[in-house]
């Protein structure tokens, strides 16, 4: 790993299915690859204006996954509200993408990892993702329901996912979770 100046380590990831990859923020010269990224990989423009929406409204960490013939994933941190527990800093993971011809390659696993690892250095506590439930364990996200948290949007139970950070952070907590405004303008 490489450290570059804004404290954080450059990660470069090298395997059988990655070519070397690098894990870092996004630069302002990133912003439309990331969007055609989003784009991309949802087929159409709604988490591709999420994106851009958060990037100027939010507090958010935003990654990419970048190769040398571009970016070819990214992801995006974006802080939530937790009412009946305001003290608890937490984020959701919303939304990441990876760009079609790279998909099921590991490059969302490193996203998923080095975000995580971002959103703890700066001392989120609990992180929350709406998202497919055999994917998301693998990083430690259960049921929120375990911890008595809802979300805002109906979404199944098995779908809508927490991770503490900080080990206790949601223990004996409830409430409900509130995504940031940009959310429910698309």
């Known amino acids: 790993m490489e450290r570059v100046a804004s404290g954080f380590s450059r990660k470069t990831v090298q395997s ?19 969007h055609a990224v989003n784009r991309a990989a949802f087929e159409s423009a709604t988490e591709a204006m999420l994106v851009d929406a958060l990037r100027t409204q939010a507090g958010v960490i935003s990654l990419v ?19 009946g527990a305001e003290d608890v800093r937490a984020m959701a993971l919303a939304p990441m993408a990876v ?11 490193e996203l998923v990892r080095d975000g995580l690892a971002r959103c703890r250095q700066q001392g989120v506590e609990a992180v929350f993702v709406v998202g ?55």
């Open 65 to 83: 996954a970048a190769e040398d013939d571009g970016v070819v994933g990214h992801i995006m941190f974006s802080p939530v509200r937790l009412r």
């Open 132 to 186: 497919h439930p055999t994917y998301y364990p693998r990083f430690g996200f259960g049921p929120a329901s375990i911890f008595g948290i809802t979300c805002e949007f109906e979404v199944p139970d098995d779908a809508f996912m927490a991770l503490e950070l900080a080990p206790g952070a949601l223990r004996g907590r409830s409430g409900q979770v509130f995504f940031h405004e940009a959310f429910r303008a698309f």
């Open 16 to 34: 059988d299915t990655i070519r070397s990859m690098q894990i870092r923020i996004e630069a302002p010269d990133d912003i439309p690859h990331v």
């Open 99 to 109: 760009v079609p011809g790279r998909q099921r390659s590991g490059i969302g696993s």
